[in-house]
Nanobody
Framework: QVQLVESGGRLVQSGDSLTLSCAAS????????LGWFRQVPGSERTFVAGFSRDGTGTYVTDSLKGRFTISRDNAKNTVFLQMTNLKPEDTAVYYC???????????????????WGQGAQVTVSS
């Protein structure tokens, strides 16, 4: 089992940049593949960015490419979501999530992710 704790969410202005962190802890942390999702009230959680199972590949959902980047610090068991040129429509709760599925590529389906953090609120004012 892995515990995930997000941090870095806050109120920012349109055009600002912000980096979210997700610290993973627990036994066999490296067994889990991590990704980021976001959710606005009344909507489903949607995939933002994630890693491939072997950790060598990353994928950012097409609509956010060029503005959002996912990265990691393996020594600190931490993954990051770097967000630039933020827009009011990026306002959401951002979740870090982990799965154990041994599959090629990056998993984008929320239901595959078994472990979730508590979420970090990002609010972008216009």
């Amino acid at each position: 089992q892995v515990q995930l704790v997000e941090s870095g969410g806050r109120l920012v202005q349109s055009g600002d940049s912000l980096t979210l962190s997700c610290a993973a802890s627990g036994r066999d942390v490296n067994r889990y593949t991590l990704g980021w999702f976001r959710q606005v009230p009344g909507s489903e959680r949607t995939f933002v960015a994630g890693f491939s199972r072997d950790g060598t590949g990353t994928y950012v959902t097409d609509s956010l490419k060029g503005r959002f980047t996912i990265s990691r610090d393996n020594a600190k068991n931490t993954v990051f979501l770097q967000m630039t040129n933020l827009k009011p429509e990026d306002t959401a709760v951002y979740y870090c999530a982990g799965h154990e599925l041994d599959a090629p590529g990056v998993v984008t389906t929320p239901g595959i992710y078994r472990y979730w953090g508590q979420g970090a609120q990002v609010t972008v004012s216009s």
